[in-house]
């Protein structure tokens, strides 16, 4: 149990494109989805808090209008990196919890390697 | 002062010994704590959580909580070369409407044959 999945799990773009990244919780209802992003060999960055039926809530110095979340149902949050820059290449993951979960446990997708040409 | 701190290690330990990872956090009302495990090029893999202070055990691994010292730890014993990966710790912290985990920064393991 407890699986997300992430897709794309690798994008390659040119500079100015928008891209889309889907996190699904495969086997559990998740009332909050969070997004990170990881630089080589730091650790995890808490981008936003996604609750499901509301608007995201970002991190200072997060730019809600780049990074735009959906989360439209309790298995999904999109993240959208819009007219991304070199700077966003980056490895963004997400992480989902269960509507039923009794000590804020997360578990988290595979991840997605954004490359910016 | 960072919220959760961990040594970056490498932590090198001879296969069959036990792997000591340790953490310290900073917010006194932080009430559930986590161990991730994060292979290199790979997302974060929950091991286990503790919540009261004392031992957790759970296969070869074991979490240890100390909440007046604002400690917790991770021992893995029979150390394998596969348990080779940095080790998260986390923490979570309400904020009054939201709960979020903070990560520390990681340890690296190294197992050695």
């Known amino acids: 149990g407890a699986v997300v999945s992430q897709h794309p799990s690798r994008v390659i773009c040119k500079s100015g494109t928008s891209v889309k990244i889907e996190c699904r919780s495969l086997?559990?209802?998740?009332?909050?989805m969070f997004w990170y992003r990881q630089f080589p060999k730091k650790s995890l960055m808490l981008m936003a808090t996604?609750?499901?039926?509301?608007?995201?809530?970002?991190e200072q110095g997060v730019e809600k209008d780049k990074f735009l979340i959906n989360h439209a149902s309790l298995t999904l949050s999109t993240l959208t990196v819009t007219s991304a820059h070199p700077e966003d290449s980056s490895f963004y993951i997400c992480?989902?919890?269960?509507?039923?979960?009794?000590?804020?446990?997360?578990?988290f997708g595979p991840g997605t390697r954004l490359t910016v040409l | 002062q960072k919220e959760v701190e961990q040594n970056s290690g490498p932590l090198s330990v001879p296969e069959g010994a036990i792997a000591s990872l340790n953490c310290t956090y900073s917010d006194r009302g932080s009430q559930s704590f986590f161990w991730y495990r994060q292979y290199s090029g790979k997302s974060p893999e929950l091991i286990m959580f503790i919540y009261s202070n004392g031992d957790k055990e759970d296969g070869r691994f074991t979490a240890q909580l100390n909440k007046a010292s604002q400690y917790v730890s991770l021992l893995i014993r029979d150390s394998q070369p596969s348990d080779s990966a940095t080790y998260l710790c986390a923490v979570n912290v309400n904020t009054g409407t939201a709960s979020k985990l903070t990560f520390g920064t990681g340890t690296r393991l190294q197992v050695t044959l």
């Open positions: 086997d559990f209802q998740a009332t909050t």
């Open positions: 992480s989902a919890r269960a509507l039923a979960a009794s000590y804020n446990e997360q578990f």
């Open positions: 996604s609750n499901e039926g509301s608007k995201a809530t970002y």
